[in-house]
């Protein structure tokens, strides 16, 4: 009996099912208008991106389809990293400056913007690394890796404070979410032309480069399962030890994909024993939070041994 089927070897319709296009935002629209333009173009109801950019803003903007979004959360959380243009509002010496920017690297304080779509409450959030890459005079462009929900235009607000010399942000690109880069990014304009190829001319190519997998936006540790596991978890069971065929290191309580032996994503859930204890232990390895998976799409295993 053959089921399930591998991530490659999807129809373009299941694809537009559930899907990721990883587009490049251009600057003007809101993120919001860029997804309604998703939706219009592929001729569906549903779609969302990973995290908001201000309408001037470019860069990586993760859209999942249709059922997709359940996965956005994953994204939403992940680590970002930008190229910004700051401007300084008086001069500087390049060693102070530099000195300032490594004293925000770490774990920092921050307010969100008046003009913000969240509460504007004291935040922590963490700057892995800010690396100044050019400087003319009182402008500065540097690359900015950071934990997700770190406002740049605050951060350059205040490393401007901490000079003494004011400073603005004045151009702001999104270079990663994750593991997702510029390189894998496709325009509206790709994604309109892939549909037309498609729609018209039953050419697949284009289509297939601009809407991804959703698995290829998973960034958290994989725990594979036996096919005779994967139904039961889709109705809602909980991952026991010997549905478990083999797992990344992970400890416990942590968030991880629970993913089929053709690479399916099954389902998003919390580990509640190590990767090394799920291998030699017995009980109950992973408690799902979110089902991806149909049900049905693998038989019924529990009754089929009853």
Request: hydrophobic fraction near 40%; charged fraction near 35%.
């Amino acid at each position: 009996m053959k089921y399930g089927k591998h991530p490659e070897e999807r129809t373009v319709e299941e694809l537009i099912e559930k899907g990721l296009i990883l587009l490049d935002k251009p600057s003007g629209p809101t993120a919001h208008e860029v997804v309604a333009w998703i939706k219009k173009i592929l001729n569906i109801k549903k779609a969302g991106h990973s995290g908001t950019l201000d309408p001037h803003v470019t860069g990586v903007l993760p859209v999942a389809t249709e059922k997709a979004t359940k996965v956005l959360k994953l994204m939403l959380e992940s680590d970002k990293e930008y190229i910004c243009a700051m401007h300084l509002h008086r001069s500087v010496s390049e060693e102070k400056l530099r000195e300032i920017c490594r004293e925000f690297t770490g774990k920092i304080y921050q307010k969100p913007p008046v003009k913000s779509a969240v509460k504007r409450k004291l935040r922590v959030k963490e700057i892995k690394n800010i690396e100044i890459l050019e400087i003319e005079e009182r402008d500065v462009l540097m690359r900015i890796s950071c934990e997700a929900g770190t406002y740049i235009r605050k951060l350059c607000y205040d490393i401007g404070e901490a000079l003494g010399v004011g400073a603005n942000m004045e151009d702001l690109r999104r270079t990663r979410v994750g593991h997702i880069r510029e390189k894998d990014l496709v325009t509206l304009q790709d994604l309109l032309d892939a549909y037309i190829f498609w729609k018209e001319e039953n050419i697949e190519t284009e289509i297939r480069r601009c809407i991804r997998p959703i698995e290829e936006g998973i960034n958290i540790p994989k725990i594979w399962i036996k096919d005779t596991a994967v139904n039961a978890i889709c109705y809602g069971a909980k991952l026991m030890t010997a549905g478990v065929e083999r797992c990344e290191e992970v400890g416990v309580g942590k968030r991880v994909a629970i993913m089929t032996l053709k690479n399916e994503l099954v389902a998003l859930g919390k580990t509640a024993m190590s990767c090394r204890d799920m291998m030699e232990k017995e009980g109950i390895a992973v408690v799902p939070e979110t089902v991806i998976m149909e049900r049905d799409v693998y038989p019924k295993f529990w009754k089929i041994n009853q």
